[in-house]
């Protein structure tokens, strides 16, 4: 499946953001979905995930209460509103797809989008 990421760009902190990544070349509802991000100098972390029928999602601790996972099976796409942005929420965010079981961890998802680079200043 192919994944393209798109909605970065730069906001002040506090303000929101919304990222699309739109699916393509495969059922998209056969897979789960995540988002992950990577700042400069750290590793690629989890940020959501979210099941293939949309009734289950899970959030790394530090996004919870700010960030909202969705996905629109019948437009092969998957979202994330972030609100209250915060400066270290600077990273490029990529989406990706699992066809395995419900997680988190990125070894285990298969396809990677290009990802969408979120720049928050203070």
């Given amino acids: 499946v192919q994944l393209q ?3 970065g760009g730069l906001v002040q902190a506090g303000g929101s953001l919304r ?3 739109a699916a393509s070349g495969r059922t998209f509802s056969n897979y789960d979905m995540g988002w ?3 700042a400069p100098g750290k590793e690629r972390e989890f940020v959501a995930a979210i099941s293939r029928s949309g009734r289950r999602t899970y ?3 530090s996004v919870k209460g700010r960030f909202t996972i969705s996905r629109d099976n ?3 796409s998957v979202y994330l509103q972030m609100d209250s942005l915060k400066p ?3 990273a490029v965010y990529y989406c990706a ?3 395995g079981s419900f997680n988190y961890v990125p070894r285990n998802y298969d396809y990677w989008g290009q990802g969408t ?3 928050v200043s203070s």
């Fill in 36 to 38: 992950f991000r990577q």
């Fill in 59 to 61: 959030y790394a601790e």
């Fill in 5 to 7: 990421a798109s909605g």
């Fill in 88 to 90: 270290e929420d600077t």
């Fill in 19 to 21: 990222l699309s990544c």
């Fill in 117 to 119: 680079l979120v720049t």
């Fill in 74 to 76: 019948a437009k092969s």
């Fill in 97 to 99: 797809a699992n066809s």
